[in-house]
């Protein structure tokens, strides 16, 4: 039986633009990225050079402080560029893509008898290891440290995020078997929403079912973590993506790398919203086509409009992201009277706007800040949309104080920067907070080593 925990803190944003399941197949682009940056707290090291001729499941690059984690091509072709910025920075491994694919066998193997060690080695040898996240410090994990569990959240509920449930179709055999080889390693924690109905998560095996019943983010895995099993100094939780885990059981299942998956095209300024049958890495262009209304100035971003970043059409999809959204920019709007006006299309949490006495609706939200940078209030408006055992405020004043002391006290390490996207946007003193947090967990490990 599941456990049901009920969450009230929160904020769900109704937007304009929600995918329809239908899945279309994007374009086959002649080139593929993988991008390194996908792989938050990973120090690239690239193992190819240009010209290099490479199959899928070959190691384009590895983490230098762990050679054994290697990140493996998401296709087979020839290495076009490896692509750097500033101070040589490495910003992308481009592949010339085959018509037809080559994949690196690395042999099917039978789960059931499975143990946790040769679990981790498969994982690094096909080069799908550096998927996995930990906390504390919501960066990629290494396997020199064993988590004390394992957390996988398959309810997404930031605004236009995509549902996982249709991404699930077709792949309930794998997701099972990714699930079964997890909890070889550790205790693994399903998490997922009321309203999922699939059997491949209510009736999933080998996991224990936590029910998450509240608005967003209660499907963000910290949130999850923090009201199943938290997390304190010195222990480690891995927290996986619920589309890792299809890879995962992919590669056991038939010996290959296969990292095919449904990005959700959402937002208003989408002309259809939809899936898109794509690869990670696929160009940009290649999954939106010629799907984006132009009439306007046009913000593409890869991820949810809460936690995503800015791309153009000429990036490529990263390896964590299922939805590419388009809203408008908002710069170039001009409103008669300013904040004066009674906003009845715009959306306020706190009721300034009479958009509320409309009852639910879908909004259609631009980029623009609304306010500038000013000292904090402390309100307790973060906390009101945190629904996690810490006090958001107290921890950011902390984090910018630089005190680590303080920090620790206050919950650090069980947080991501994820978290904090909802107070970010409902915050009057206009913080970057989630920036801020960043900057206190690479601050923490930094001083822890």
């Not at 410090?137 to 997404?156: C, D, G, M, Q």
Request: charged share 25%; net charge neutral.
């Amino acid at each position: 039986m599941a456990n049901v925990i009920k969450l009230r803190k929160g904020l769900d944003i109704n937007l304009k633009g929600k995918a329809k399941e239908k899945l279309v197949k994007a374009r086959h682009g002649e080139y593929i990225a993988l991008i390194p940056d996908s792989f938050v707290g990973v120090t690239p090291k690239v193992v190819v050079r240009e010209g290099d001729i490479v199959k899928a499941g070959d190691a384009l690059f590895v983490n230098k402080h762990y050679p054994e984690v290697k990140f493996a091509s998401p296709v087979s072709g020839s290495i076009e560029a490896v692509v750097r910025g500033e101070r040589r920075k490495v910003l992308a491994i481009k592949v010339r893509s085959d018509k037809e694919q080559n994949y690196v066998d690395f042999g099917k193997q039978d789960v059931s008898g499975l143990d946790g060690d040769t679990a981790i080695n498969k994982l690094l040898e096909a080069g799908l290891f550096g998927y996995i996240n930990q906390l504390p410090y919501a960066v990629s994990t290494n396997p020199s440290e064993k988590p004390k569990a394992i957390f996988v959240s398959a309810l997404r509920d930031k605004p236009l995020a995509s549902d996982f449930e249709f991404e699930l179709q077709g792949n309930e055999k794998d997701f099972q078997t990714g699930l079964t080889v997890l909890s070889r390693i550790a205790k693994t924690y399903l998490g997922i929403g009321m309203s999922q109905s699939s059997t491949a998560l209510t009736q999933a095996n080998d996991v224990e079912i936590n029910v998450f019943d509240g608005p967003c983010p209660a499907g963000n895995v910290s949130v999850q973590v923090n009201n199943t099993c938290k997390v304190n100094k010195g222990e480690i939780v891995w927290t996986v993506d619920p589309m890792n885990v299809i890879f995962f059981g992919r590669l056991f299942n038939t010996g290959h790398v296969d990292l095919k998956r449904k990005v959700a095209v959402v937002g208003s300024m989408v002309k259809e919203p939809q899936y898109v049958d794509t690869i990670i890495g696929a160009n940009i262009a290649d999954i939106i086509s010629d799907n984006i209304c132009m009439n306007k100035k046009v913000r593409i971003i890869g991820g949810n409009v809460l936690t995503g970043t800015p791309i153009s059409t000429n990036d490529y999809i990263g390896a964590n992201v299922s939805e590419i959204t388009a809203i408008p920019e908002g710069d170039d709007t001009n409103e008669m009277f300013g904040w004066i006006m009674p906003r009845i299309k715009q959306f306020s949490k706190n009721r300034s706007y009479f958009s509320w006495l409309l009852g639910k609706r879908e909004y259609d939200i631009d980029c623009r800040v609304k306010g500038g940078e000013r000292r904090m209030i402390m309100s307790g408006e973060y906390d009101s949309v945190l629904p996690m055992d810490i006090y958001g405020e107290f921890l950011i004043k902390a984090i910018l104080a630089g005190d680590i002391d303080r920090m620790e006290q206050l919950g650090i390490y069980e947080v991501a920067p994820e978290d904090f996207a909802l107070a970010e946007f409902i915050d009057s003193s206009k913080l970057e907070l989630q920036k801020i947090v960043r900057e206190g967990l690479d601050m923490l490990r930094k001083e822890n080593g």
